[in-house]
C-alpha cells in the first residue's frame, strides 16, 4: 500500500503540474491574441488553435484530478440511505461502472487519435492526433484515480453541502 500511495502522490501531484501550465499557456495565448488583434492589428494565426488545444489537454487530464479527489457529480440519495456493507458493495457497483465506462472512452478515443494522425493542425503544423490523445490518457489516469479512490474508501467525496 505504501507503494500504491507513493505512486498515487507523485503521479497526480505531476497531473496538477501540468494542467496549472496548460492553463496558464491557455490564458498567455489568448492574450497575446486579443493584444495582436486589437492593438497591433495583425492578429495571430496559431493562438487560437493552442488555446483550444492545451484547454482540451487540461480538462482530460484534470478530469482524472476530480476523479482521484471524488468530486465528479454524484447522487448522494442512495448513498446516504445505504449503511456498512451495502454502502460497500454499492461503491464497489459505482467503481465498476465508471471503470467500464472510462475503459470504454480510452478504447474510442484511441481509436480517433489513430484515425487522424495524418490530419495536420491548422497553423501549428503537427498532427492533430497529438490533440486527441488526450482523450485515452485522461481517460486512463481517471481510471487510476477512481481506483485509487476506492481503494482508499475512508474519505467522504469532496463536495460542497451549501444549500442555496
Request: proline share 2%; glycine share 6%; aromatic share 12%.
Amino acid at each position: 500500500m505504501k507503494l500504491v500511495n507513493l505512486l498515487d502522490r507523485s503521479l497526480f501531484r505531476a497531473v496538477s503540474i501540468v494542467c496549472k501550465l496548460l492553463l496558464f499557456s491557455a490564458v498567455a495565448a489568448g492574450f497575446y491574441q486579443v493584444v495582436s488583434r486589437f492593438i497591433l492589428q495583425s492578429p495571430a494565426d496559431w493562438s487560437e488553435v493552442w488555446t483550444r488545444s492545451s484547454l482540451i489537454w487540461t480538462v482530460m487530464l484534470g478530469l482524472c484530478l476530480a476523479f482521484r479527489h471524488g468530486a465528479m457529480l454524484s447522487v448522494e440519495m442512495l448513498h446516504g440511505m445505504l449503511k456498512g456493507r451495502a454502502r460497500r458493495w454499492l461503491e464497489h457497483g459505482i467503481m465498476l461502472v465508471c471503470v467500464g465506462f472510462l475503459g470504454f472512452m480510452a478504447w474510442v478515443g484511441a481509436q480517433m487519435a489513430w484515425r487522424v494522425r495524418f490530419q495536420m493542425l491548422a497553423s501549428l503544423e503537427f498532427s492533430i492526433s497529438w490533440i486527441y490523445i488526450a482523450i485515452p490518457i485522461g481517460t486512463t489516469l481517471a481510471i487510476l484515480g477512481v481506483l485509487v479512490r476506492w481503494l482508499e474508501a475512508a474519505e467522504p467525496p469532496a463536495v460542497d453541502d451549501t444549500v442555496i
